[in-house]
């Protein structure tokens, strides 16, 4: 038993770290650490992200999903991203700041929490089923409150889903972002297209969050992919205009400027520009650097 502690102690020495930047290069192998790290946080989140929302009823449905999110977030950004959601990763995607390999796996892992997620309501919640058709908790439609057209549903969710990926490009992913209170803006995002959108069409925002309660309670298959296809334009128009905004990512070439940045504040900090040097100024130097490293690999 000792020897296979000791064992799994060594194992941890190399720990699953965030990886480097969104476009890493070649990061679809099973034995990197990261790779699956960060799916395994997409997985998890999804799930508890589509349990928790799903049960957020009524007038705390809005305050629900945004905490939750907001929350959820914050324990997966450092690891993943904390993408939580296929229309962002979509995003991530079209604008270069993640691999299209990596971006599917996450995907993957998204779609499957958010139908484990709905598995646990089925576990936990005591009148959910299985195939309980329309009156399953957490699927979505736009007969709920107010009525709306179909193309309206689809208006309504394409903006709301822009509002929040473009919101995500402004704080976690363009330099130099809003560092730890990201989460909490993609919570409040979500929050408000909640509160003002929930009446029209529940305001999903996320493929994930639609297709899950569809497949497990069979509810509103009619509208589902209206709600997926809007969920993605909306995600990707929002990278598009980022891209004109903020530059293309890693995997379109763009973090040259990243690097042109870096090397004038080290150039800046002596003679050379190698050594940094010590003292409170080569350290501010030094934090600067890190700060924009950091704002280039998409971190919060």
């Avoid at 179909?150 to 992913?173: C, N, P, R």
């Amino acid at each position: 038993m000792a020897s296979f502690f000791q064992s799994f102690v060594d194992y941890c020495r190399h720990p699953a770290i965030p990886y480097k930047k969104f476009g890493e290069a070649g990061d679809i192998e099973t034995s990197n650490k990261r790779v699956w790290a960060a799916l395994a946080a997409e997985f998890l989140g999804m799930l508890l992200f589509a349990l928790y929302g799903g049960e957020a009823r009524d007038s705390a449905a809005a305050y629900g999903n945004g905490l939750a999110l907001a929350v959820l977030v914050y324990a997966t950004a450092n690891v993943s991203g904390g993408h939580l959601n296929p229309a962002v990763t979509l995003g991530t995607i079209i604008s270069g700041h993640m691999h299209w390999q990596r971006g599917l796996a996450y995907m993957a892992a998204q779609f499957l929490g958010g139908i484990t997620g709905v598995l646990f309501q089925v576990a936990l919640i005591p009148d959910a089923s299985i195939n309980m058709g329309n009156e399953g908790p957490g699927c979505f439609t736009h007969l709920g409150g107010q009525f709306i057209r179909k193309d309206q549903l689809f208006g309504w969710e394409l903006v709301m889903t822009f509002v929040l990926v473009s919101v995500v490009y402004a704080v976690a992913i363009s330099k130099p972002g809003h560092g730890n209170i990201g989460p909490l803006a993609v919570g409040y995002t979500l929050f408000a297209s909640a509160f003002i959108g929930g009446p029209l069409t529940g305001a999903a925002l996320n493929p994930a969050r639609v297709l899950g309660p569809a497949l497990i309670y069979n509810c509103y298959w009619n509208t589902a992919f209206i709600y997926i296809f809007a969920e993605y334009i909306g995600g990707a128009i929002a990278a598009i205009l980022a891209m004109l905004l903020y530059g293309p990512g890693p995997e379109h070439g763009g973090d040259h400027e990243v690097a042109e940045a870096l090397q004038s504040v080290q150039l800046a900090g002596g003679s050379g520009g190698v050594s940094l040097g010590g003292g409170p100024k080569s350290t501010e130097r030094q934090g600067l650097i890190n700060m924009m490293a950091d704002s280039s690999q998409g971190r919060w």
